[in-house]
């Protein structure tokens, strides 16, 4: 079946620091992949996609590529704000269904 | 315009009671979503919605259950409630196609007292 592993947090880090959140995931086909964002008291919302091979999906600094080849679809900034404290959800969407298969949640706490 | 919007955003109840959320989307979507948070913000889909068809996760009690009286609508109503049903409770939808995201709604939290 479909599944997602995400990086167990939290994962605490300074102000400006580099941020790397791993997902891996397993899937029959060719699914679209999605980094979602949870901030505290709200619903998830999209951070960015891909949706084939080696695209590389970018949104408020945040960036992540679709490897294949590795099955995996990391996450990265530069430099992280306090702003950026949250929860982070690594998703995948299969062809032929609707039904997205969700990671458990990386929690990101930056220190100013 | 609150895209995917649920109602009410906390509920308090007792063990027992039967009680509704509801969910609505002005997106146009076909397909509406159930999920439910646990405290470790694991999330797990309870219930989709698709141009009538109806997936359950088999795992969810039949105390739970999903009632939707037109497209943009996607109730959850849940009878005897329990201890265990506490948790934050996301109504989503989306277009249904693979390379389409999920909007959530800002989620119900659920005590049950």
């Known amino acids: 079946g479909n599944s997602v592993t995400q990086m167990e947090g939290p994962v605490t880090l300074s102000e400006e620091a580099f941020l790397t959140i791993n997902c891996t995931y397993t899937a029959t086909g060719y699914p679209s992949l999605f980094w979602y964002v949870q901030y505290p008291g709200e619903g998830l919302q999209l951070l960015l996609k891909a949706t084939k091979a080696d695209d590389k999906g970018s949104n408020k600094g945040f960036e992540a590529t679709y490897r294949k080849e590795t099955t995996s679809f990391h996450l990265e900034k530069g430099s992280v704000q306090v702003s950026d404290s949250a929860v982070y959800f690594c998703a995948l969407l299969r062809g032929g269904s609707y039904i997205p298969t969700f990671g458990r949640g990386t929690s990101l706490i930056v220190h100013p | 315009d609150t895209a995917v919007s649920q109602t009410p955003k906390y509920l308090v109840t007792q063990m027992g009671n039967d009680k509704s959320i509801k969910c609505e989307q002005n997106l146009g979507h076909d397909t509406m979503y159930w999920y439910k948070q646990d405290s470790k913000k694991f999330l797990k889909i309870m219930f989709s919605?698709?141009?009538?068809?109806?997936?359950i996760n088999e795992t969810v009690p039949n105390r739970f259950s999903p009632k939707s009286p037109d497209k943009a609508h996607l109730n959850l109503h849940i009878n005897s409630l329990e201890l265990g049903d506490s948790a934050v409770y996301f109504c989503a939808s989306s277009q249904g196609a693979r390379d389409t995201e999920a909007f959530f709604g800002q989620g119900t939290r659920l005590t049950v007292v």
């Open positions: 919605y698709n141009n009538k068809e109806l997936i």
